[in-house]
């Protein structure tokens, strides 16, 4: 069973973000970059069909020399191998395309990348993958298993859960729930040392026209001062929550 994560290298939560260029490109002077969560969780799952049915686990994602780092850590994680697409990740459905371009030529049986990615939250490249190669897609998945060449995911629906089947090839949406957070895998000293022996497979990107492009980016407006109201002070209460707030 051949297994391919999408890894995509995001800015870590505690980083501080800014602008540049008129607020249309993202500030990268500073920031401290991981794997993305909803990533990481696929990829530890994958880590476990590795081990328990032998399965072979290689990590893929779109990005320059920057990005590697991210891919050693998966590698250091468990991976047996890593491919990064020499391409900048500009919009999703670019990225899916180049992503698709690999998984074909690699006859994988598991594509899982996470359902979004931290940094935009866009949310489209897995189901792009998924109807570029005509693969079975399962999206929010938070549960799967592998019998032979039939893959039963569960995913979160409103107000429960929906058990499906597929049969392989198929592409995974992950999410939080297919592994939890305290299964996630922190790299050992030997891992680490042998990611850094592995190559990184450099493949250039595919002709793809890019179609969006970010113009403006906004930070959230900062908060307004909180205002203390005394206990027994309901009358003002009412009328701030009324006429200032207007939430009443």
Known sequence: MKIIVCISHVPDTTSKINFINGDSEFDTNGVQYVINPNDEFGLTRAIWFQEQQGATVTVVNVGGPETEPTLRKALAIGANDAIRINANPKEGFYVAQQLAEVIKAGSYDIVIAGKESL????GMVPG????????????????????????TGTREIDG????????LPIVIG???GLVEEKDL?????????TARTKVITVVEPIAANINTKAVHFEKPAPKSAVKLI???NLDELIHLLHNEAKVI
């Open 119 to 122: 940094d935009y939250n866009g």
């Open 174 to 176: 992950s999410q939080k």
């Open 230 to 232: 005394a206990a027994d």
């Open 128 to 151: 792009m993958i998924a109807g570029i190669l005509g693969y079975d897609f399962i999206n929010s998945c938070a549960g799967l298993t592998i019998d032979g060449t039939k893959a």
């Open 160 to 167: 429960g859960k929906e058990t499906l089947t597929a049969s």
């Open 185 to 193: 895998r922190i790299p050992n000293m030997r891992g680490i040392m």
